[in-house]
């Protein structure tokens, strides 16, 4: 079927949005009338509203959460000017481990935004035009005070000031992935986070809270998921694994090593910690498994228990505290604000 005009100029539109690894959103009431039509055949989904993109370039980034989380923050800066992100939203933006659970919302920086004007037709004309079904998951509010930076084409909260922010306002779990992850790839150092801190004058629970954070962090971690497991061990109360990514000399293969993700140094004997995903499994399943099995009995011949802790049912109640009581993990002593004051020092 032949293209008229139009639809030529949305097709070249698309593809320009694509290589700058944006979202399309209509300059006119009429492309937003042909985007909506695309949206009901199929052709164009609509991820944010007011912005599109054609379903083979969103499919592209299928199980890349945080990839279509910049693709529509760095659209919205576009839509409108003057926008400055902040929390998780700007955690994406810096490339930190945000959990997925945590993407459904956009936070900015609200008095560097409010009153700031829209590029022509977008914005919120495009927003009320189409319906602004997403308007109660855009969070307007205020943050730690910091500078601003430009990160991937917006402007957003500096790292430490959005860790510092993000750490008063999350879990411990869903915070210390990103602290591990901007010192994994020293995007900070944990004495700038506890200069900003100290400036903060935080009192109570957000002291706590930011406290913990930068205790805990290590740069060892691996991935955000075993991140996320020792944020829940901690809050659980249990004694977190003394040791990261430890280096294992393999007893049946002479001059190889094994990584495990965790390790308790017990009296009754070493445990090693595995986090699973279904990530490591999802291409050349079999052959995946098997070697993991083989490791886990090498590992075995040590003379170390091997705990593998789902990550599928970390949240499901009782199962993390039933394998750590199941496999000897003590209680955690101390109080988190010591070993944060320890740090201050």
Request: with cysteine; aromatic share 8%; proline share 3%.
């Amino acid at each position: 079927m032949r293209m008229t005009e139009r639809e030529r100029a949305l097709e070249e539109r698309f593809e320009e949005a694509e290589r700058m690894g944006l979202l399309l959103w209509p300059e006119s009431n009429a492309e937003l009338k042909a985007l909506s039509r695309r949206v009901q055949s199929g052709r164009v989904v609509r991820p944010w509203t007011g912005m599109y993109a054609r379903e083979g370039f969103w499919e592209t980034m299928d199980g890349q959460e945080r990839k279509r989380a910049v693709c529509i923050l760095k659209t919205r800066a576009l839509m409108w000017p003057g926008t400055v992100y902040c929390g998780v939203s700007a955690a994406v933006l810096h490339g930190l481990w945000v959990s997925h659970a945590l993407l459904g919302q956009i936070h900015i920086l609200s008095a560097r935004t409010r009153g700031s004007g829209s590029v022509g037709f977008s914005g919120r004309r495009a927003a009320a035009e189409d319906g602004d079904a997403d308007a109660a998951r855009t969070v307007f509010r205020a943050a730690v005070a910091g500078q601003t930076v430009e990160v991937q084409g917006c402007r957003a909260t500096d790292i430490v000031s959005t860790l510092i922010d993000c750490a008063i306002r999350l879990p411990l779990h869903e915070a210390l992935p990103l602290f591990d992850c901007a010192l994994r790839y020293r995007l900070v150092e944990k004495d700038e986070l506890l200069r900003f801190l100290n400036r903060c004058n935080f009192r109570g629970i957000r002291a706590e809270r930011a406290f913990q954070a930068i205790a805990y962090a290590d740069g060892r971690s691996e991935n955000g998921g075993e991140s996320l497991v020792r944020g829940l061990i901690y809050e659980l109360g249990y004694m977190p694994p003394h040791e990261l990514q430890m280096e294992l000399e393999d007893p049946i293969d002479a001059g190889q090593t094994m990584r495990a993700d965790q390790f308790w140094d017990l009296p009754e004997g070493g445990v090693v910690g595995e986090v699973d995903g279904l990530g490591k499994y999802r291409e050349g399943a079999l052959q995946e498994l098997v070697k993991e099995r083989q490791r886990e009995s090498h590992i075995a011949a040590l003379g170390y228990r091997v705990m593998r802790i789902q990550f599928t049912r970390v949240f499901e109640p009782g199962y993390l505290e039933g394998l750590l009581k199941a496999f000897g993990i003590p209680r955690r002593e101390g109080d988190v604000l010591d070993e944060g004051s320890r740090l201050a020092e």
